[in-house]
């Protein structure tokens, strides 16, 4: 049987998924020791000394016979546009500009032309190179400036003489992948009225081996603001880049991101290949090495992104995130200081909710905010004096609203909306401690925009870890926490923990926006009486069209569960299920996929790895349906929350159990081809359970923890 990666949905393949595997564990064994038989076998497969993304290339990298296919089916397209590959030069090595040629030549698309521009190279073998590689293919022209303008001026000559419809931008020393035109033309297919096509991408030595692949979200407007993420590769309408005037010199470096600014204003047209499709070369005067070697690009950006701040109309300042160029930070200037209505739900623990309103009113520096307690049936005294002393010390901003019910989150909320005055309304757990003194400003900031929705915040365990920083649907199987557990000095997978992102939820424990969006989408569903409320009405939000934003410069201490514990699952295990069912039933399309977040990453664990292939084999004591492998793996589920290497061995550990929640008997696994061995069943793992709650109880013996041997080789 097989599970692809720790996931709630494993494969089935049988014995050739089996087989498969084993076969591409070896494999990339073999690829590390310079097998002359894996050459043999898969010559096309690129070199990466990361395990995990030398198996990925393995499985994803086009075979020879794929590419020769390629080239068989591009002519039955029913749209075969012309690329206009566009590439300013000025002396480059001889050897990086010869492949990076070459890889245009080698595509399986076949209607391109490739403009090179020489920007008056100095080096008499680039001159050579580039006239010998014109006479041999007829595609490629060259044309020879006198002098040095910059990349920003070669390239608008290049596209002066440009004859197709859509534009690809081409570094001298970069690659393409055989099969980036395909795959580009192939989208276009599908989205004929794309302005902006962009991939994958990853980066490429010397060597010509592979390494830090960056596997991009769908199109994600803020987080755009934030860095100039889709990078490479990317694709243009040409007609609509010469609208625009093509490249602005002025913006020297930092030009293609000053064009994409302006043309996104233009169109929300615009389509993510999720495959990797550029390799951005490594040298020692690349920014793809280090980007202190060309602060200009950086400053440039930050001119450009200035710019388009002021031109659409919502003033505010750039700010770029220290020790992290290419990275900034969009504060927005607030047109009017609005009431913000804080509802806080509360039941008892007086110590906790102390430190939460402590924090809320001797921190706070937005002017003009209220704070709603709804008092959910406190009992214990100190609580009710607790909450007399704040009333008599805030009488004007903090107002106690009793409501004796059953605990629902969802009902709770929208009855502090109910006496809330503010034109912004933010829900704050109980559990929670503000750090950051403007966080109430750097929140109006967002919400005021038309087009925000919810905006949340960076929370942290008492730690300094993270325990949110945006959440990701269809990880852990419904939804789940970006980054947490990861430390919060580190600025997260591509600088995601840095810098402000879109995500399709935000938590519920920090969360802002404004009534009249609050009000349009339905409120809070009080059928979800605890689990889910926030990313359903996060969700809503995105269905209306508005955009939710995740912010890294608004931060507080949130005590995850310390005010009604973490097991309201087990309290509640029917009312928590019934959340879980209908998040399925009605989001089924984001938990499947989410477009902040790659479909190339995991969706298991929180720290945006590349998924692991692992097999398992499992027998339920009481299987409900035929007891075989092949059959009773239809029926089960799987989470390996942990997997490493150490002194030769894997160590794992996760969960198991049948669909209807049966123990299993037995428990075969099987790392990426390698090693086949038997998990041990019944250890308890309260750990698993706190982040899985829907399992039940977590005594029922299907966690397991396993260790076996493995030949796989440290890089």
Known sequence: MSAQEPSMRPRIGGALSVARLRYHGWLAGALHTGSRLARILRPDVPLSRDQAYQLWLIEHTPTRNRLRQMKRQMQSLVKQPLFSLVMPVFNPPVRYLLEAIESVRAQAYLHWELLIVDDGSTNPAVAALLEDSASRDGRITVQALGHNGGIAAASNTAIARAAGAYLVLLDHD??????????????????????????????????????????????????????????????????????????????????????????????????????????????????????????????????ALQRAIDRRGQPGQVVPVPGFPGFYIVRYQIRQYDKVSIIIPTRDHAELLDKCLA??????????????????????????????????????????????????????????????????????????????????????????????????????????????????????????????GCSSESPGYAGQVISINNYLSVAGACLMCRRTVFDEVGRFLEDLPSGYEDVDLCLKMIEKGYRNVWLPHVKLFHYEGQSRGRDYALKEPVEYQRSADYMVRRWRKFIDHDPCYSPNLTRAFEDYR??????????????????????????????????????????????????????????????????????????????????????????????????????????
């Open 174 to 303: 970069d690659l393409l992948t055989p099969d980036a035109l395909y795959e580009v033309a192939c989208a276009l297919n599908e989205q004929p009225d794309a302005d902006m096509i962009y991939s994958d991408e990853d980066k490429v030595d010397e060597h010509g081996v592979l390494s830090g692949p960056f596997f991009k979200p769908d199109w994600c407007p803020d987080s755009f603001l934030s860095r100039m993420y889709v990078c490479h590769l990317t694709v243009l309408r040409r007609g609509l880049v010469e609208a625009l005037g093509r490249f602005r010199t002025e913006y020297e470096g930092g030009h293609v991101y000053d064009l994409v600014l302006r043309l996104t204003e233009r169109s929300d047209r615009i389509l993510h290949i999720p495959k990797i499709l550029y390799h951005w070369r490594i040298h020692s005067d690349s920014t793809a090495r280090d980007p202190a070697v060309k602060p200009w690009v950086y400053e440039a950006d930050h001119r």
């Open 359 to 484: 924090s809320v009113f001797a921190k706070s520096t937005y002017p003009d905010f209220e704070v709603i307690l709804i008092d959910n049936g406190s009992v214990e005294p100190p609580t009710a004096q607790l909450i007399a002393t704040w009333t008599k010390r805030e009488p004007e901003r903090l107002r106690c609203i009793r409501l004796d019910i059953p605990f629902n989150f969802s009902r709770l909320c929208n009855h502090g909306v109910a006496h809330a005055r503010g034109t912004y309304l933010l829900f704050l757990n109980n559990d929670t401690e503000v750090i950051t003194p403007d966080w109430i400003d750097g929140m109006v900031e967002q919400a005021q925009r038309p087009a925000i929705g919810a905006v949340g915040a960076l929370l942290l365990y008492a730690d300094g870890s993270i325990q949110h920083a945006g959440a990701i649907l269809g990880l852990g199987g419904l939804a789940a926490h970006s980054h947490r």
């Open 610 to 715: 590349l998924p692991i292939d692992v097999e398992l084999a499992g027998n339920p004591l009481t299987a409900p349906y035929d007891s075989r492998p092949s059959r009773a793996l239809k029926h089960f589920h799987c989470v390996v929350d942990e997997l490493k290497m150490s002194d030769g061995r894997f160590l794992i550990r996760g969960w198991a159990m049948g669909k209807k929640g049966e123990c299993l008997q037995r428990l075969d696994v099987d790392i990426d081809g390698l090693d086949i061995g038997h998990a041990t069943l019944g250890v308890p793992r309260q750990d698993v359970y706190d982040c899985y709650p829907l399992l039940g109880n977590h005594e029922s013996g299907y966690f397991f923890y396993h260790a076996l041997r493995s030949p796989i080789r440290r890089c």
